[in-house]
């Protein structure tokens, strides 16, 4: 399955190859977040810079996975309850600023996004959406020429909007402020 979602993903990353074969002012970017692949689940992310605001970048992402025991376990509410998380999927508006207008090294930025949870507990499950705000801080590392890889550490709001996060009569705790690190790997156009 890690797989078939990989393959799908660079599918779309070579098309985009095809499509955007002619240099501008402008850049493209698509990246993923690998880590999600290893928890059952996808990310793709196209970026978009303009010649015009040379040192801004903007994105969509779409993205899911499960949440490893452990994460789930940070929460001292739901530590060894039992609880099985997953992300359904979430979509995110991304602004990132580059101080470097060549899109290298240290950015800032920000993600709005839509969240779809479903929790798990006893053989039974709900589903909950959240609005998530987040700011985040990261640095760029361009290598093979259009390559580059990207870590960054995100610090959120996590507010629920809609559904259900209790099963039994028992409340899965839904953290309000999100603490998120992960590293991108990209390429740009």
Do not use: C
């Not at 290893?38 to 899911?64: D, E, I, N, R, V």
């Not at 940070?74 to 997953?86: A, F, L, S, V």
């Not at 259009?146 to 959120?156: A, D, E, Q, T, V």
């Amino acid at each position: 399955m890690i797989k078939k979602k990989l393959l799908t993903t660079l599918s779309v990353l070579a098309l985009s190859t095809t499509l955007y074969a002619q240099k501008t002012d402008a850049s493209f970017a698509v990246e993923i977040d690998p880590s999600t692949y290893l928890f059952s689940g996808y990310s793709l992310h196209l970026k978009k810079s303009f010649a015009s605001l040379s040192h801004w970048q903007f994105g969509l992402g779409l993205y899911a996975m499960d949440f490893p025991k452990i994460l789930v376990d940070m929460n001292p509410h739901n530590k060894d309850e039992g609880w099985n998380q997953r992300l359904e999927h979430g979509y995110g508006l991304f602004a990132d600023y580059y101080f470097d207008k060549k899109k290298s090294g240290t950015f800032v930025g920000m993600q709005l996004a839509h969240q779809k949870y479903k929790i798990t507990k006893n053989a039974k499950d709900v589903t909950y959406n959240t609005f998530l705000t987040m700011l985040h801080l990261g640095y760029n590392y361009s290598f093979f020429e259009n390559f580059y890889l990207k870590p960054w550490i995100g610090i959120g709001y996590n507010n629920k909007i809609s559904g259900s996060s209790s099963i039994d009569g028992e409340e899965f705790d839904i953290a309000k402020l999100v603490v998120f690190p992960t590293v991108h790997l990209g390429y740009n156009f």
